[in-house]
């Protein structure tokens, strides 16, 4: 079918079936221009983000760390 023979068609549609088609060809132009990103990729690449080569701290360096945010937050 030509482009041609395909717009004569579609004009002689519903208004609604016109509208339906219209919405078909938009998402499939979405679709093909911006596909979704892989989900794993990205959550390895934000892994990558946070690394680091020191070791996590323990639970004594974590309370120090929110006692003096605290004290910044609401002291200052």
């Known amino acids: 079918m030509s482009l041609q023979d395909?717009?004569?068609?579609?004009?002689?549609?519903p208004?609604?079936?016109r509208l339906a088609l219209v919405s078909a060809i938009i998402q499939s132009l979405q679709d093909t221009l911006s596909p979704q990103p892989n989900r794993k990729d990205?959550?390895?690449?934000?892994?990558?983000?946070?690394?680091t080569d020191q070791p996590s701290?323990?639970?004594?360096?974590?309370?120090?760390?929110?006692?003096?945010?605290?004290?910044e937050k609401y002291l200052r």
Do not use: S, T
């Open 6 to 13: 395909l717009k004569e068609q579609a004009c002689k549609l």
């Open 15 to 17: 208004v609604n079936e």
């Open 57 to 71: 701290p323990n639970d004594a360096q974590v309370e120090v760390m929110l006692e003096e945010r605290r004290v």
């Open 42 to 51: 990205l959550i390895n690449q934000m892994r990558g983000l946070i690394k």
